[in-house]
């Protein structure tokens, strides 16, 4: 509820400081006294539209502030969390405006976009005037009343949850269909190309080991002729190797008589021979491993020619080959395995679409039951409040083909205003007192179904007196016993029922220099000596004060 309304520099108001009752609370006053400066102010704290002319002559600029009390789970408390808000304790919307047009919104005293304080703001309040276009009036509201005043919330969330299955479902369904369609037009490739590298047997490596060989073998032919002659040398017929031999024989018999002079050249000779029969040995190993057979090549250069024609056709390195013969075969699998899961998945598809029109279907039954219920409470509302020869109903046009998150119904509150003339859209039929009237008699029927907790209504009973302002005193009443109630009201019968009474005046300020609006509580006098005023007009007579005593006491 709203705790208390501070408005400073306003148009005509200067300061004032405005602390509602929990039920009903009315303001009265002369016509252009500033009722409707103080309702615009509201509506400035509330996040509506900023502008400079609002800001009092010779200031700077006005400022706005109300406080709250609401349930710690409120949806304005949600909201404002939202925004990294901390919202312990009172919920406190406050909005500067500068005289040069430009506003400031706070929540909490954090900064906040104009926008996120409207969307905390209609969470608390709903203004209701002759001349309203929000609240009742947004169609797209209608559908959550009727949930709400059908206790079908929760059903209604089963068919948003069921919904929400149905699309996933058919998102994951189309996702794997494209993805096999795709699959299946590279189908016939897939089946080529892995046979090919299946065929190949490419393994990691293998086109490196083949071109070291290659190449060893191209160059073996060039070397082998200069290793044969060096082999020849050193182990032919004209082979070093036996001369050298027969001389270490013969020096050896002669050791005995010189050794001396003969033995260092028996050591001389001895490395030689070694030395000659190792590069002997060398060489003659080099010519064998120089030796290949031609068609060797011919196998190497095939094998490392095919590997390297494959690498170009599928656009990969030699050695990735393997890997993607690999893939080939898991995107075969896959698409075997695929298939049999898109069939799993349609069938799913198939069934949360099935279940998300069972329960929408149930739904819809439900909501055309709750809808005459509703229209049933309405009417009864309708002849107190001078509307006995209208008619109001639910308009339900339920389409499965457009069906959403919401359901198959598409749900708009319709009136008839007289009997013979057209039915059509609340907002589009009714005239404003009439309008006035019918959302007084629909939030008096929903009052304890996601009404806000704060309902300000403006004047609703302007043009209408007796019996029909004393009926909407009463809803007015019953309507404050289940939410907070503000109404701007000319009407005595309404001012006579509320538990607290505001005068809003006029008076001159700054010894007669300018007019401010001021803003009074009454007490019980004062409040007799108003309602009398509201009945006699400028001169108040015993008769006027008479009738509001009891008016008062029947209130």
Request: aromatic share 4%; net charge neutral.
């Amino acid at each position: 509820m709203l705790v208390q309304l501070a408005i400073r520099d306003i148009v005509l108001i200067d300061r004032i400081d405005f602390d509602p009752d929990r039920g009903l609370t009315v303001l009265t006053g002369e016509t252009g006294a500033g009722k409707s400066i103080l309702l615009d102010a509201f509506t400035l704290a509330l996040g509506g539209r900023g502008d400079g002319s609002l800001v009092r002559s010779g200031q700077t600029q006005g400022q706005v502030t109300a406080v709250f009390d609401l349930p710690p789970a409120h949806p304005a408390r949600e909201a404002a969390r939202a925004q990294a808000i901390d919202v312990d304790g009172d919920l406190i919307l406050r909005r500067v405006q500068m005289a040069d047009g430009r506003t400031r919104a706070f929540v909490n005293d954090q900064a906040v976009s104009a926008q996120a304080l409207r969307a905390i703001g209609a969470s608390i309040v709903e203004i209701h005037g002759q001349h309203d276009d929000r609240a009742l009036t947004d169609a797209s509201t209608h559908r959550g009343l009727l949930d709400a005043f059908g206790c079908l919330t929760k059903q209604a969330d089963d068919v948003r949850a069921a919904h929400r299955r149905m699309r996933e479902s058919a998102e994951a369904r189309a996702a794997e269909e494209a993805r096999l369609g795709k699959a299946r037009a590279e189908a016939d490739y897939l089946t080529h190309a892995h046979a090919e590298l299946s065929k190949l047997k490419a393994e990691p490596g293998e086109e490196e080991k083949l071109a070291t060989r290659r190449q060893q073998m191209m160059q073996a032919e060039k070397v082998a002729t200069d290793l044969r002659e060096a082999f020849e040398t050193v182990g032919g017929d004209g082979s070093p190797i036996s001369a050298l031999a027969a001389a270490l024989r013969r020096l050896e018999r002669r050791q005995a008589q010189a050794p001396t002079l003969i033995d260092p050249s028996l050591a001389a000779l001895s490395s030689a021979l070694d030395s000659v029969e190792a590069a002997r040995a060398v060489l003659e190993s080099a010519l064998e491993e120089a030796a290949y057979d031609p068609r060797e090549l011919e196998r190497v250069e095939e094998r490392l020619f095919g590997l390297r024609a494959a690498g170009r056709k599928y656009q990969c390195a030699v050695d990735a080959l393997p890997a993607l013969a690999e893939k080939f075969a898991a995107n075969l699998a896959a698409l075997a395995a695929g298939e049999s899961a898109l069939v799993k998945l349609a069938a799913e598809a198939e069934r949360a679409k099935a279940q998300f029109a069972d329960k929408a279907a149930a739904l819809s039954k439900a909501r055309a039951a709750a809808a005459k219920k509703l229209d049933k409470a309405v009417m009864a509302e309708l002849a107190p409040l001078k509307l006995e020869r209208a008619q109001f109903f639910t308009q339900i046009d339920a389409d499965a083909a457009g069906a959403t998150a919401d359901g198959i119904d598409r749900v708009e509150f319709w009136v008839q205003t007289n009997p013979g003339a057209r039915p059509g859209p609340l907002m589009k039929v009714a005239s404003g007192g009439e309008l006035a009237r019918f959302m007084l008699a629909l939030k008096v029927t929903l009052a304890d179904k996601g009404s806000a907790p704060t309902l300000v209504f403006d004047e609703i009973d302007t043009g209408v007196g007796g019996a029909v302002a004393d009926a909407i005193g009463q809803r007015l009443a019953r309507l404050a016993s289940r939410v907070q109630v503000l109404a701007v009201t000319h009407a005595p019968q309404v001012a006579a029922r509320a538990g607290k009474h505001f005068r809003i005046a006029k008076a001159d300020a700054d010894k007669g220099k300018r007019v401010a609006t001021h803003l009074a509580p009454l007490d019980a006098r004062q409040r007799q000596e108003e309602i009398a005023r509201m009945l006699a007009g400028a001169t108040i007579t015993e008769e006027a004060r008479a009738a509001a005593a009891r008016l008062l006491q029947a209130g």
